[in-house]
């Protein structure tokens, strides 16, 4: 059982054995949060997406008393394993910066010029659809380039 590993488990793994799990179960308490998160706000619409919250109070129980056990498993197992050299150790201006790099990206690849992979592009396009992106792709640089 997970939950008792005892911590003899240290030198079990070498350094990139260490790393790859460590990588893996980051994203696997990243979305187990997300999820967490998920499940606590309940209903959530955004302009693209929409979440409709169709659990049960005893489900919403349930799946939380599952989520805590899954993320103290995680801790056992870091503890286990020792692996420390996968905490990952951000700060929000990075994230930031990161975010806005990949998104602009994104929307460069949006672009009118660049749909003509998905089918004929109306050449009205180029005149409604770009300014848009090119004045977000413009913030996002802003967001990007913040001291």
């Known amino acids: 059982m997970i939950g008792n590993l005892n911590k003899d488990g240290k030198g079990m ?3 990139y054995q260490k790393i790859s799990l460590g ?6 308490e990243d979305e187990l949060r997300r999820l967490q ?3 606590h706000i309940g209903e959530q619409r955004n302009l693209f997406s929409q979440i409709t919250d169709d659990l ?7 799946l939380q008393g599952k989520i805590e056990r899954l993320i103290n498993n ?3 197992l870091k503890e286990c394993f020792d692996l420390r050299h996968s ?5 929000l201006r990075a994230m930031v910066k990161a975010m806005a790099v990949y998104l602009q990206v994104e929307l460069e690849n949006k672009m009118s010029k660049r749909l003509k992979g998905y089918g004929e592009v109306n050449p009205g396009l180029q005149e409604t659809l770009d300014p848009k992106l090119s004045e977000m792709i413009t913030i996002l640089g802003q967001m990007e380039s913040i001291k």
Not at 23 to 28: E, P
Not at 56 to 62: D, N, V, Y
Request: charged share 20%; hydrophobic share 50%; aromatic share 0%.
């Open 56 to 62: 049960k109070a005893e489900e919403r129980t349930l």
């Open 13 to 15: 793994l070498n350094l």
């Open 87 to 91: 905490q990952k150790d951000l700060s």
């Open 23 to 28: 990588i893996t179960l980051g994203i696997l």
């Open 37 to 39: 998160s998920l499940i």
């Open 74 to 76: 995680l801790l056992s």
